[in-house]
């Protein structure tokens, strides 16, 4: 192959593609010729797109991009070079089973994220629309991210674990499996997430702990003033006051006025099955 011209190797490469491997080339990349590629996706050089994978539209692959079978990627995505998407989940108890990477509309993947596919446990992994997912991040089988996600550098995702809309994960932080971290919180870097984290928080140190309301990020979103009060007021009664958990979420039920942000908190932390992170005393 080395010795035949670049043109007439192009041709006999197409040639092949279409009467044995059932891959095109295109621009340098290998197209399955079942993958679904929608209106004006621009594909860069050297990429790999598999069967039953499918683009919408408007998206741009830049150079060097793998995309496996059982990729969805919505509208408008950017995904820059070196990232794996749909690759098969890293558990050995995966069988070859058929599962999907779903990812929503807008979302940016930069150099060298992976994204592993689900297994039968949940069917897929879902990244929803207008997220982040800044260099070397890695999302395993089973995860559900919602929307407007931001994962900076390095962090790490292991199986099943749920960031709820919102959520700003920062570099080098670790999330052990079946973690949920409740939307509009942020986790500073280098943390490792060993317990729930219930919705509009800070979790910093190590361990992680709740340092207060994301105030600043809750802003930036549209939250009113006298809305950031009442949070503060829950998280207050919750992680500063003396008592325990028990104690204190019975005293929000019966003491405090009804908002959604109670609700949201309240219903957050009675569903949590690994427990919540503690409070800035180490009490509760």
């Known amino acids: 192959m080395l010795g035949i011209p670049w043109c007439l190797r192009q041709k006999w490469l197409h040639k092949l593609s279409r009467g044995i ?144 809309d919102w959520v700003i994960l920062e570099g080098y932080v670790g999330v052990p499996q079946f973690v949920k971290i409740g939307k509009h919180s942020f986790i500073a870097a280098k943390c490792l997430v060993r317990k729930d984290v219930p919705p509009y928080v800070k979790a910093a140190r190590e361990p992680i702990a709740y340092v207060g309301v994301n105030a600043v990020g809750l802003e930036r979103r549209g939250f009113g003033k006298e809305e950031i009060k009442t949070i503060h007021e829950i998280y207050r009664e919750l992680f500063v006051m003396k008592g325990n958990l028990s104690q204190a979420l019975q005293i929000l039920r019966e003491e405090y006025p009804e908002s959604v942000f109670k609700t949201d908190i309240v219903s957050f932390i009675e569903a949590s099955e690994k427990g919540i992170i503690r409070g800035t005393r180490g009490g509760r």
């Open 21 to 164: 491997s059932m891959y095109k080339i295109i621009n340098n990349s290998t197209i399955h010729k079942d993958a679904t590629i929608g209106d004006n996706v621009k594909i860069g050089p050297y990429c790999f797109i598999d069967k039953d994978v499918v683009i919408g539209d408007g998206c741009v692959i830049e150079p060097n991009v793998t995309i496996y079978q059982g990729a969805r990627i919505g509208k408008g995505c950017h995904i820059f070079p070196g990232a794996v998407i749909s690759a098969i989940p890293q558990d050995l108890k995966f069988a070859g089973e058929k599962t999907i990477v779903q990812i929503g509309d807008n979302t940016t993947i930069r150099e060298c994220v992976t994204i592993n596919r689900g297994t039968s446990y949940a069917d897929k992994t879902v990244i929803g629309n207008d997220c982040l997912l800044m260099a070397y991040a890695h999302v395993a089988h089973d995860c559900i991210l919602g929307d407007h996600v931001i994962l900076a550098n390095s962090v790490n995702l292991a199986g099943h674990v749920e960031l709820e």
